[in-house]
């Protein structure tokens, strides 16, 4: 049934195509203009007002229009809005460099800034790939990477991820990617519980790694939970067993913390959880609070040693964007890390995950066709099964989850769902009664919308 649709979603459909959208569904369901935000609310252009449950693609940290962050903002615009950064600099680049190598895992001492989490990924598989090319191991030309593994949309994030709806059509183009089965807790072929268990399902990456580590350069993974493949989520044991097969077997480790990091697990950076230092970590989302687009790539002194030469070795990284290190940007992250270290944002992040899990558990506990409520963090997720002694999944083409996530917008309420997984990822500056209602109004819509399936059936 379509809706009646205003000027403004007129105009916007005549000439705007959506990301990660089929645009025909928009006939029916036209975006919904946002005209301001406040906190954890986006308001439309009627004054409805949406609690945004998923930070805005994970982005938002500390509320939209937060008046600490929009400040520094406008004070840079007038100051300096960007600068070339080949033989120029800033000085909120460089405190912003500092403060991330002074706060991230050791043996992390150089930063390479690039504009978004996909333009990160490619950094980290270039230099892995030309630090082996530039130390005399020219075979190493493979990327390890796990199956349900998301790591951006450019060719070569592409080529290591590991969802088949963002990039099977894209096959003939992509890399040639050695692919290990990953974790699933949920589904766990060795009936473990995560809380226990020694991941013994890393054993498949270091059967990959025992046969091909001569030809990999790198093993990519997202720390803790693989995001786009339905918030699935494994224990740091796995990382600190895969930090040691990458050393065993000397390929590089590539963590991905676009999604997970600053905060997002319940400390700074996933890896910590873990105790273990990447060769390479790569930053966005959350690094501007949700206003800027900006990434960083963190590495070790002995990758950027191998670049460090005369110029005429011709070993240098020659990798641009014309905004890396864009100063409005890396002005914004410098104060979104200095509110971390000010305003004790992580023991805020525990006190209210441990709060939002309290919820949840209790909610959820005997809803049907909840197969499972898993939480890291402030990162909580609700997995519908068709049967949940099964764990049977149901069938893509129902879209289930976009339908509960439509009739959840009615309530005031916004969580996109990933396929039949619907996850909250909420600012972190979420009230109590902000957070009971996102939860409440869940299991309410989740509760009308298997009832009216009932009904329809008869």
Same mark, same amino acid.
């Given at each position: 049934?379509?809706?009646?649709?205003?000027?403004?979603?007129?105009?916007?459909?005549?000439?705007?195509?959506?990301?990660?959208?089929?645009?025909?569904?928009?006939?029916?369901?036209?975006?919904?203009?946002?005209?301001?935000?406040?906190?954890?609310?986006?308001?439309?252009?009627?004054?409805?007002?949406?609690?945004?449950?998923?930070?805005?693609?994970?982005?938002?940290?500390?509320?939209? @229009?937060?008046?600490?962050?929009?400040?520094?903002?406008?004070?840079?615009?007038?100051?300096?809005?960007?600068?070339?950064?080949?033989?120029?600099?800033?000085?909120?680049?460089?405190?912003? @460099?500092?403060?991330?190598? @002074?706060?991230?895992?050791?043996?992390?001492?150089?930063?390479?800034?690039?504009?978004?989490?996909?333009?990160?990924?490619?950094?980290?598989?270039?230099?892995?790939?030309?630090?082996?090319?530039?130390?005399?191991?020219?075979?190493?030309?493979?990327?390890?990477?796990?199956?349900?593994?998301?790591?951006?949309?450019?060719?070569?994030?592409?080529?290591?991820?590991?969802?088949?709806?963002?990039?099977?059509?894209?096959?003939?183009?992509?890399?040639?990617?050695?692919?290990?089965?990953?974790?699933?807790?949920?589904?766990?072929?060795?009936?473990?519980?995560?809380?226990?268990?020694?991941?013994?399902?890393?054993?498949?990456?270091?059967?990959?790694?025992?046969?091909?580590?001569?030809?990999?350069?790198?093993?990519?993974?997202?720390?803790?939970?693989?995001?786009?493949?339905?918030?699935?989520?494994?224990?740091?044991?796995?990382?600190?067993?895969?930090?040691?097969?990458?050393?065993?077997?000397?390929?590089?480790?590539?963590?991905?913390?676009?999604?997970?990091?600053?905060?997002?697990?319940?400390?700074?950076?996933?890896?910590?959880?873990?105790?273990?230092?990447?060769?390479?970590?790569?930053?966005?989302?959350?690094?501007?609070?949700?206003?800027?687009?900006?990434?960083?790539?963190?590495?070790?002194?002995?990758?950027?040693?191998?670049?460090? %030469?005369?110029?005429?070795?011709?070993?240098?990284?020659?990798?641009?964007?014309?905004?890396?290190?864009?100063?409005?940007?890396?002005?914004?992250?410098?104060?979104?890390?200095?509110?971390?270290?000010?305003?004790?944002?992580?023991?805020?992040?525990?006190?209210?995950?441990?709060?939002?899990?309290?919820?949840?558990?209790?909610?959820?506990? %005997?809803?049907?066709?909840?197969?499972?409520?898993?939480?890291?963090?402030?990162?909580?997720?609700?997995?519908?099964?068709?049967?949940?002694?099964?764990?049977?999944?149901?069938?893509?083409?129902?879209?289930?989850?976009?339908?509960?996530?439509?009739?959840?917008?009615?309530?005031?309420?916004?969580?996109?769902?990933?396929?039949?997984?619907?996850?909250?990822?909420?600012?972190?500056?979420?009230?109590?009664?902000?957070?009971?209602?996102?939860?409440?109004?869940?299991?309410?819509?989740?509760?009308?919308?298997?009832?009216?399936?009932?009904?329809?059936?008869?």
């Amino acid at each position: 049934m379509k809706q009646e649709v205003t000027d403004l979603q007129a105009r916007d459909l005549r000439h705007i195509w959506h990301p990660c959208s089929q645009m025909k569904d928009y006939e029916a369901f036209p975006p919904i203009v946002i005209k301001k935000g406040q906190g954890v609310w986006l308001y439309d252009e009627h004054d409805k007002r949406y609690l945004d449950a998923v930070s805005s693609w994970w982005v938002n940290l500390f509320g939209h @229009a937060n008046p600490r962050i929009s400040q520094v903002l406008s004070n840079q615009a007038f100051t300096l809005e960007h600068t070339i950064f080949a033989n120029f600099t800033h000085e909120p680049a460089i405190q912003l @460099a500092e403060k991330l190598v @002074a706060l991230s895992p050791p043996g992390l001492h150089k930063v390479f800034f690039a504009d978004n989490g996909s333009s990160a990924i490619e950094v980290a598989l270039k230099m892995s790939f030309q630090y082996h090319m530039q130390t005399g191991k020219s075979a190493k030309k493979r990327f390890l990477a796990l199956t349900d593994a998301y790591h951006g949309e450019t060719i070569g994030a592409l080529s290591v991820g590991g969802v088949g709806l963002y990039n099977e059509v894209f096959q003939p183009l992509l890399l040639d990617t050695v692919r290990a089965q990953g974790p699933d807790c949920f589904r766990c072929p060795f009936q473990e519980q995560p809380a226990s268990c020694n991941a013994p399902c890393s054993q498949f990456v270091e059967e990959q790694l025992k046969e091909h580590h001569e030809e990999i350069t790198a093993v990519i993974i997202e720390p803790l939970i693989q995001a786009a493949a339905g918030m699935k989520m494994y224990p740091p044991i796995y990382l600190k067993r895969l930090r040691a097969l990458c050393s065993q077997y000397d390929v590089h480790l590539i963590a991905d913390e676009v999604a997970v990091g600053f905060g997002r697990t319940g400390t700074l950076f996933a890896c910590e959880q873990a105790g273990v230092t990447p060769d390479f970590m790569c930053l966005s989302k959350g690094i501007t609070g949700g206003y800027l687009p900006l990434s960083a790539v963190l590495t070790s002194d002995q990758v950027y040693n191998a670049f460090y %030469d005369e110029y005429g070795t011709m070993k240098a990284f020659l990798h641009s964007h014309s905004y890396s290190g864009n100063t409005l940007a890396c002005r914004v992250a410098l104060e979104v890390v200095t509110m971390f270290e000010e305003e004790q944002v992580i023991d805020m992040i525990q006190r209210k995950g441990q709060q939002m899990k309290n919820l949840a558990m209790t909610a959820f506990r %005997d809803v049907p066709y909840v197969g499972e409520y898993r939480q890291v963090g402030l990162v909580g997720a609700i997995e519908l099964v068709a049967d949940c002694e099964t764990k049977e999944p149901f069938a893509s083409e129902e879209r289930i989850g976009y339908q509960i996530y439509r009739l959840a917008l009615t309530k005031g309420l916004l969580i996109r769902p990933l396929g039949n997984v619907l996850y909250f990822m909420p600012p972190y500056i979420i009230s109590n009664e902000e957070m009971s209602f996102m939860i409440d109004t869940t299991k309410e819509t989740i509760d009308q919308f298997f009832q009216d399936r009932r009904d329809e059936v008869g």
